[in-house]
């Protein structure tokens, strides 16, 4: 079988899109609305690809359709809203009893 080579990470993502788009509907089916192809490229690049050595397109394809949506939305949310976590918690005022 001929081997699959590509001269750059765009070529790449443009094969890879099907997969990313197949991904981003399941991802919008959870609620996720606001996670698109590049968020789950870019959370695969950062974090599932980015030691890897001779990957195959197939186990790329896989790594997408297989990887936890949570996951990517943890992702989503470190890097788009990084100040979430110091939302300061406040009482609400009491109502009063009837």
């Not at 698109?36 to 990957?55: H, P, Q, T």
Request: glycine share 2%; with cysteine; charged share 35%.
């Amino acid at each position: 079988m001929e081997e699959i080579v590509f001269e750059s990470q765009e070529e790449l993502y443009k094969r890879i899109l099907p997969a990313l788009r197949s991904k981003k509907k399941r991802v919008h089916k959870e609620g996720y609305k606001s996670i698109n192809e590049i968020d789950i490229w870019d959370y695969m690049r950062f974090n599932k690809w980015n030691k890897s050595v001779g990957l195959e397109l197939c186990d790329m394809v896989d790594d997408i359709l297989n990887t936890p949506n949570i996951e990517i939305m943890k992702y989503y949310h470190k890097i788009h809203m990084p100040d979430n976590d110091k939302i300061e918690v406040i009482d609400l005022p009491k109502l009063k009893d009837n």
